[in-house]
T-cell receptor
Framework: NAGVMQNPRHLVRRRGQEARLRCSPMKGHSHVYWYRQLPEEGLKFMVYLQKENIIDESGMPKERFSAEFPKEGPSILRIQQVVRGDSAAYFC?????????????FGSGTRLTVV | KQEVTQIPAALSVPEGENLVLNCSFTDSAIYNLQWFRQDPGKGLTSLLLIQSSQREQTSGRLNASLDKSSGRSTLYIAASQPGDSATYLCAVMNSGGYQKVTFGIGTKLQVIP
């Protein structure tokens, strides 16, 4: 079991470009959560998805950010027209049960740097 | 709105000491509480998960306790080692159906050889 896989590990984008972050949950997990960690700040919830459905996107900025978790393939967090303030570590977690009542399993994160 | 506070923000101890990290939360109606370790530039590693019905969990040199009524959890690390140096995060999940998890900012621990 490879665990939660995120790629790329590091991503550099110029202002105005698009960033695509991918997350493959643990085998058998159908619940995916995206969090953002700004320097010297705690992890902040962004979005919770199940296969083909967005359950809660209350933590995600309404503009430029979108997320999906298709029937086949990884979950994608997409940031359009990136700005310097988007520079952060983005973590994906998955769980077997909604909630996650059995705790989170996190990926290693994608560190986005906007130059 | 749930708020999670971790004290101290940073801690430096000599190798071999026993230490306690604190986590407090404002809403006691929680479902579970999870302690994580984060190494610099790395992801989060789950250490211990305590369900709301439990008082403590143990794994090796780690022991986590939970007192829901007072809104507190402690992570006890026995016989600290330099390899324990990392940031320790506390995460709280509220009860009452699906709820997103609230994280503390963490305690940065340095164990000096």
């Amino acid at each position: 079991n490879a665990g939660v896989m995120q790629n790329p590990r590091h991503l550099v984008r110029r202002r105005g470009q698009e960033a695509r972050l991918r997350c493959s949950p643990m085998k058998g997990h159908s619940h995916v959560y995206w969090y953002r960690q700004l320097p010297e700040e705690g992890l902040k919830f962004m979005v919770y998805l199940q296969k083909e459905n967005i359950i809660d996107e209350s933590g995600m900025p309404k503009e430029r950010f979108s997320a999906e978790f298709p029937k086949e393939g990884p979950s994608i967090l997409r940031i359009q027209q990136v700005v310097r303030g988007d520079s952060a570590a983005y973590f994906c977690a998955s769980s077997l049960v909604a909630g996650p009542v059995d705790g989170y399993t996190f990926g290693s994160g994608t560190r986005l740097t906007v130059v | 709105k749930q708020e999670v506070t971790q004290i101290p923000a940073a801690l430096s101890v000599p190798e071999g000491e026993n230490l306690v990290l604190n986590c407090s939360f404002t809403d006691s109606a929680i479902y579970n509480l999870q302690w994580f370790r984060q190494d610099p530039g790395k992801g989060l590693t789950s250490l211990l998960l305590i369900q709301s019905s439990q008082r403590e969990q143990t794994s090796g040199r780690l022991n986590a306790s939970l007192d829901k009524s007072s809104g507190r959890s402690t992570l006890y690390i026995a016989a600290s080692q330099p390899g324990d140096s990392a940031t320790y995060l506390c995460a709280v999940m509220n009860s009452g159906g699906y709820q997103k998890v609230t994280f503390g900012i963490g305690t940065k621990l340095q164990v000096i050889p």
